[in-house]
Nanobody
Framework: QVQLVESGGGLVQAGGSLRLSCAAS????????MAWFRQAPGKEREFVAR????????YYVDSVKGRFAISRDNAKNTVYLEMNSLKPEDTAVYYC?????????????????WGQGTQVTVSS
């Protein structure tokens, strides 16, 4: 069992930065692929980024490439999402997720555990 708690969301102006954190409970954190998804009002949940258990493999949705960076610290059971050059279209609730048997890595059904989400609002 893994419990995930996100933090770091907030209101920021376009062009600004935020750093999201996701703290995980459980001793097997390092064996999970971790990912960030987001969901804007009236839209489906969207894959944003994922990182392999070792941190050596990272994937991003095209819309955030070059602006967002995912990282993890297995010693601290924490995964991060550094978000720079934020745009109003990045406004959403951001969710942290963990999965063991991840194939494509971008489908929500592949992830077993989810946090409660943290709101990110980017004003223009």
């Amino acid at each position: 069992q893994v419990q995930l708690v996100e933090s770091g969301g907030g209101l920021v102006q376009a062009g600004g930065s935020l750093r999201l954190s996701c703290a995980a409970s459980g001793r097997t954190f390092s064996s999970y692929t971790m990912a960030w998804f987001r969901q804007a009002p009236g839209k489906e949940r969207e894959f944003v980024a994922r990182i392999s258990w070792s941190g050596g493999i990272r994937y991003y949705v095209d819309s955030v490439k070059g602006r967002f960076a995912i990282s993890r610290d297995n010693a601290k059971n924490t995964v991060y999402l550094e978000m720079n050059s934020l745009k109003p279209e990045d406004t959403a609730v951001y969710y942290c997720s963990a999965g063991r048997k991840v194939i494509t890595g971008s489908a929500a059904y592949e992830y077993d555990y989810w946090g409660q989400g943290t709101q990110v609002t980017v004003s223009s």
